[in-house]
């Protein structure tokens, strides 16, 4: 059986850049700073996207002389909804893996690097999935956000 998704990429100060979203080689290219994906799939299933055209400190990422990030550009993952159904937000916030180029794996929605975007539905049925991501309900598990980049 065939399910609805639409996934909503939000683009943040990309506009100067060569800052790129990729699924299948086809760009996904924002309209006001948004992209919004449709398709429909079977599950169990993944869709993978794929990053490219970041470039390194001082020109799409600014750091202090401590290596805090002081202003990035970058794309975030804002909403999922799989057969109309929505994850709750922690869930939103974790359950993508961004594998780097430089082969580290983080558990995200804020993709901040060049490399690829898996969104695994390890589930066989909408239903299943949205219960599955309901364990996802407090902040003891792993948090890869933004703010615990060092560049």
């Known amino acids: 059986m065939m399910y609805p998704v639409e996934i909503t990429f939000d683009f943040f100060d990309t506009e100067n850049s060569d800052i790129k979203l990729l699924h299948n080689s086809q760009e996904c290219k924002p309209n006001h700073n948004r992209f919004i994906f449709k398709t429909e799939i079977t599950l169990p299933n993944t869709l993978q996207f794929r990053m490219i055209g970041k470039h390194s400190r001082k ?3 600014f750091v202090d002389k401590n290596g805090k990030i002081l202003h990035d550009r970058y794309i975030k993952i804002t909403d999922i909804r ?9 869930y939103l ?3 993508p893996i961004l594998l780097h180029s430089d082969n580290q794996t983080l558990h995200t929605n804020y993709i901040g690097h060049n490399g690829y975007i898996d969104l695994i539905f390890e589930a ?3 239903i299943q999935w949205i219960l599955r991501s309901n364990i996802y309900q407090d902040n003891t598990w792993q948090d890869d956000s ?5 560049a």
């Open 59 to 61: 020109h799409d990422t």
């Open 124 to 126: 066989n049925n909408p």
């Open 93 to 95: 916030q974790r359950w």
């Open 82 to 90: 799989l057969n109309n159904l929505q994850p709750n937000d922690l």
């Open 146 to 150: 933004m703010n615990n980049f060092v």
